[in-house]
């Protein structure tokens, strides 16, 4: 099957196809991380994203459910180098995709699609399967609207209210596209789950008589969480607040400092941070938008930065008991990643 990626600029290239027959568009970005393709690909973050994966080989070791983030892929699309053929495990990538009505590219220079990413920013594209019409996938990536004017985070969230029981701290968290393993870490610590959706109000997560909120990561522009910003900026100071990638963005807002979006954001499982006490972690991230540190208000102090770029990767009011990071602590980038140094900590300072 031939295919063709179309970006915004008009540049365009044509490939493989795998999946099925059909076209995909939205914000073409990439991640830089060797294994983990399918948590990435069911990563509720993508939504409204096409993912591309500059490590050149993807695919050999097929496709184990059991380490989803997610039911299903959120990922509009995919784009590799090369797809691997005869997995070590079945399904392999490309039979995953046909069966489930995915997208897919392979056989594209990939360093060079990400060259231009890191050179002009995220560019808008389009995905045609079963098609190498190069005009008309310039046309459609052209016609996408820019990711920051679309609404993702309710097409991710929750739907109703749930609980995953634990004999411990009472954790309510808003979903605003949660990652399974964000929850496992909780529970792994005993923790009462409360799951909100992203329309919850204030009252609302109250009643569930909370030791602590939890603010999940998410797709999109952090601004489109209002519910959630509400919540934060009613609750701060009546119980402890806690934020992961979206959470640190929503946390922010809430308290009146700003975000922006990125030029090319940071994605994948090798992105050093620098904690307050000098000590560097190399973690996992998919974030396009950040805090601007300089809007910050008095009271909050930022406790992790990265290495690379300076950028805001967490910080703390200790006023209020907010504690926020921008990295992806439950996702295990090593053997001495940030999961037990984050969730201990935040877990054994909830009252």
Do not use: W
Not at 223 to 251: F, S, Y
Not at 268 to 282: A, F, L, M
Not at 294 to 300: H, K, N, S, V, Y
């Amino acid at each position: 099957m031939k295919a063709v990626l179309g970006l915004e600029d008009g540049t365009f290239v044509v490939g493989d196809g795998f999946g099925v027959e059909g076209t995909c568009s939205g914000e073409l970005v990439f991640t830089t991380q060797m294994t983990g393709y399918m948590e990435a690909l069911t990563d509720p973050s993508y939504a409204g994203q096409i993912l591309m994966f500059t490590y050149p080989l993807i695919g050999n070791y097929g496709v184990d459910q059991q380490n989803f983030e997610s039911p299903m892929v959120h990922a509009r699309g995919c784009v590799a180098r090369e797809i691997a053929a005869v997995p070590a495990a079945r399904p392999s990538v490309a039979d995953y995709f046909e069966e489930n009505g995915l997208f897919g590219i392979s056989g594209v220079d990939t360093r060079s699609l990400t060259i231009k990413t890191r050179t002009v920013g995220t560019l808008r594209a389009s995905l045609i399967v079963g098609s190498d019409d190069a005009e008309e996938a310039v046309r459609r990536a052209r016609a996408v609207s820019p990711i920051g004017e679309v609404d993702l985070i309710g097409s991710v969230s929750c739907a109703e209210p749930y609980q995953v029981a634990g004999t411990g701290k009472r954790i309510a968290v808003i979903d605003l596209g949660v990652k399974r393993h964000i929850l496992e870490s909780l529970g792994h610590r005993g923790a009462d789950i409360h799951v909100f959706p992203n329309t919850a109000a204030p009252d609302e997560v109250m009643a569930a008589k909370p030791d602590a909120l939890f603010i999940s990561n998410g797709p999109g522009d952090p601004k489109r969480a209002t519910h959630a910003i509400r919540c934060v900026r009613d609750l701060a100071g009546e119980v402890p607040v806690i934020g992961i990638c979206m959470g640190i963005q929503v946390a922010a807002l809430a308290l009146g400092a700003e975000t922006y979006k990125m030029k090319f954001g940071h994605r994948g499982t090798n992105q050093p941070v620098r904690y307050k006490d000098g000590s560097i972690y190399i973690t996992t991230q998919n974030h396009g938008f950040a805090v601007n540190d300089e809007t910050l208000p008095e009271g909050c102090t930022v406790s992790y930065r990265n290495v690379n770029d300076g950028t805001v990767e967490g910080f703390e009011n200790r006023d209020l008991a907010v504690t926020c990071v921008q990295f992806h602590p439950e996702a295990h980038g090593g053997p001495r990643d940030t999961e037990m140094h984050f969730f201990d900590r935040i877990y054994r300072e909830i009252p």
